[in-house]
Every structure is written in structure tokens, then in C-alpha cells.
């Protein structure tokens, strides 16, 4: 069983900034290919940055590219988004995710599907 836990949303203006992380516990926790997806109210939930399990290899939705940034330490488990530049539409609850299943080195997955287990999420409120 693998653990979750999102933590750095909340409120924010404009332009502001915010970085998210989300630590991961468990078996199977470690090294593996994880993302951010953010659900916006009334909206299917969507990409917004993932990262392969070396960390070599990251890729970014359109709508944030030039934005938001995805890292990660694979020594504490965690993945980051630093997010700048905020805009009113990336008001959202973000999640993370994480794939147990095996994946190449520099992989990077873009499809909720292919992922295994998700944190609670957190909120992100941009007030313009």
C-alpha cells in the first residue's frame, strides 16, 4: 500500500506563486513515474506536469508550460510544482499521483489511468 500526502496549497493572488509537494510512503513508493493533476469544480480532472522515476525526463500541460515546474527528490520521496505566474484558472484541488507498475527510466505519464494510487489533494484559490 502506498501513502500520498499533498501539502502547500491555499490562497493566493494573481501572479502570485506556490509550491506543492507530496510525499510518498509505502511500499513500491520509491522510483517511480508520478504526476500533478488538478480538478477544477464541474471540470473532468486533468494533467498538469509529470515527472519519470529518474527524474530525467518531465513534461507539462500546454496551459501551464512556462509556469509551473516539476521536481523531485527521490532521496525523501517527493515530488514539487512550483507554480508562478498563477492565473485565476488554475484555481483547482490538486493531486498527486503516483505508478507502482513498472515503467522505463525517462517515461513520463500523462493518463490518470496509468496511475496507481492518489493523494487527498490539495485546494489552490487564485483570486484575481
Known amino acids: 500500500q502506498v501513502t500520498l500526502v499533498e501539502s502547500g496549497g491555499g490562497l493566493v493572488q494573481a501572479g502570485g506563486s506556490l509550491r506543492l509537494s507530496c510525499g510518498a510512503s509505502?511500499?513500491?513508493?520509491?522510483?517511480?513515474?508520478m504526476a500533478w493533476f488538478r480538478q477544477a469544480l464541474g471540470k473532468e480532472r486533468e494533467f498538469v506536469a509529470g515527472i519519470s522515476k529518474s527524474g530525467s525526463s518531465t513534461r507539462s500541460a500546454d496551459s501551464v508550460k512556462g509556469r509551473f515546474t516539476i521536481s523531485r527528490d527521490n532521496a525523501k520521496n517527493t515530488i514539487y510544482l512550483q507554480m508562478s505566474g498563477l492565473k485565476s484558472e488554475d484555481t483547482g484541488i490538486y493531486y498527486c499521483?503516483?505508478?507502482?507498475?513498472?515503467?522505463?527510466?525517462?517515461?513520463?505519464?500523462?493518463?490518470?489511468?496509468?496511475?496507481?494510487?492518489w493523494g487527498q489533494g490539495t485546494r489552490v484559490t487564485v483570486s484575481s
Open positions: 509505502g511500499r513500491a513508493s520509491s522510483n517511480t513515474a
Open positions: 499521483a503516483l505508478r507502482s507498475g513498472p515503467t522505463l527510466s525517462s517515461m513520463v505519464l500523462t493518463t490518470a489511468a496509468m496511475y496507481d494510487y
